[in-house]
């Protein structure tokens, strides 16, 4: 499938298929299965446009992103997921010393991504 | 700085280790089912999750063998029964398979799949298909919905398994309402929930969330720079107990975090507002390096509040070496898609360090097993623990 982005993220497109993911369990399953160069790699390129990416978003309801730049608001939330394994964990692609991640459970609230 | 040691401001709690039997032994766990949780309020919810009229939540409860149907009625008013057709016992509301089962019936009845018996939100029994065919002696007003007591206090929604409780929420819950005073709960309601099911018992997730002592090690990875902290007003409302967090400093401020942090405060380790002025008791000296604050109400409930943020943890028991845990994130709603990313940020780290917390417990349960320690060794800001096997115990050993 491919994942289309909005005219002028171009530069994100190496990153999409993996990257744009509609749901936590699935961002988490990918942060999971990349290397630390692909965690370094993904974080440093949407890093560098998460100011637009968040700005266009608002352009729409909360909610109700939609279209190409849906994939990005997934995009954005994944780097929400594997920010912290970039800043905090030195690119380690788990939760250092954490419980099986595989049996969380959840995460609900009440806005859709 | 607590001026006096926690242990010698309250030296009714006592200073020697504590025994390991109460985490071990299934005759313990069988005292603890029947003489706490079938007696005690318990929180199940919050008005939130069912503002509606007709709105419903069915929660599980593994320890009582029961799910609990909470439904608000057209009256507005909240009500509890136990999921069971008086029919021939099939569960009125079938389940989804998690926890906790959410619906709505416009009319506000429920009616069970199995037969078509339809009771209203008030509990009776208002639909009998071929009601003819049954004996003269079958009252559908003898046969309603099976009730639970339950109440709310500050937008929590509790019950009490027990056909009598010996006090009322208000009177059980004592000391902690003041404690809570004018606490904006009802301003951030925008819940982030996760859960587990873990092979520990339930009193040691209760014991990971309720020292600080942890944290230097533990939350070296989501929380390097709360490593410096002390604690301070401790206080206890007879089965329950209060405990705040104090960090010299934050997590450094990273790019992300940093982002996330301007579009919506919502993370325990970022600089933040004060959106809200506090109760008189938490943070009463308006320390600047206030940080959060943990209370448990006995027996499960741990309830953590912060400045425009709160989260709860609650542990059920399953077994003696069996819980479910249920963490939830309290935030003001997002109103824009931006602060819905900075908040799933937020709620991410806080996830992680929830991880990493839950990522000692079942080695606990298993390393004691082995029977070779019968004690354990408690340090002085491990107060809140030692209150919590004081609690138990007296409750265990009671009539």
Known sequence: MTINLPEGFEDLAPFAAKWARATEYERVAERRRSTPEQLRAFYDALLNRLPDILKRVDAYPLGKVEGADRHLFHMALSLAEIAPHIEFYKADPNVPFSFD????????????? | MPKVPFLAQHPE???????????????????????????????VGREEDIPDAGDFKVKRLDFAHTSVILVRGKDKKIRAFHNVCRHRGNKVITETGGEETFGNKRAAVLACRFHGWVYDAEGKLINVPMED???????RAKNGLVPIHVDTWAGFVCINLAKKPTKTLREFLGGVVDHFEGYPFDQMTHVHTYYAHINCNWKTGIDAFCEAYHVPTIHAGSFPGLADYWLDDFATYGDHRSLAIYTVDMNPP??????ANELFAASIALKRDEPFPLPKAINPNRHEKWGFEQTVVFPNFLVHVGQGLWFTHQFWPVAQNKCLWEGRYFLKAPTANSQHWAQRYAVTLQRNAWLEDTATMED????????????????????????????????????
Not at chain 2, 374 to 386: A, C, G, T
């Open chain 1, 101 to 113: 991640e595989e049996r969380l459970k959840g995460h609900h609230c009440g806005v859709p991504d």
């Open chain 2, 254 to 259: 990273t790019p992300v975090a940093s982002k």
């Open chain 2, 13 to 43: 709690l006592g200073n020697a280790p504590i025994p390991v039997e109460p985490y071990l032994s299934e005759d313990y766990y069988a005292k603890e089912i029947d003489k706490i949780f079938r007696r005690d309020w318990l929180f």
């Open chain 2, 133 to 139: 065919k049954f004996p003269t002696c079958f009252d």
């Open chain 2, 364 to 399: 606990t349960q298993e390393a004691l097993l082995s029977g070779a320690v019968s004690y354990l060794n408690l340090q002085d800001e491990e107060v809140m623990l030692r209150h919590a096997f004081n609690a138990v115990n007296n409750r265990v050993a009671a009539e």
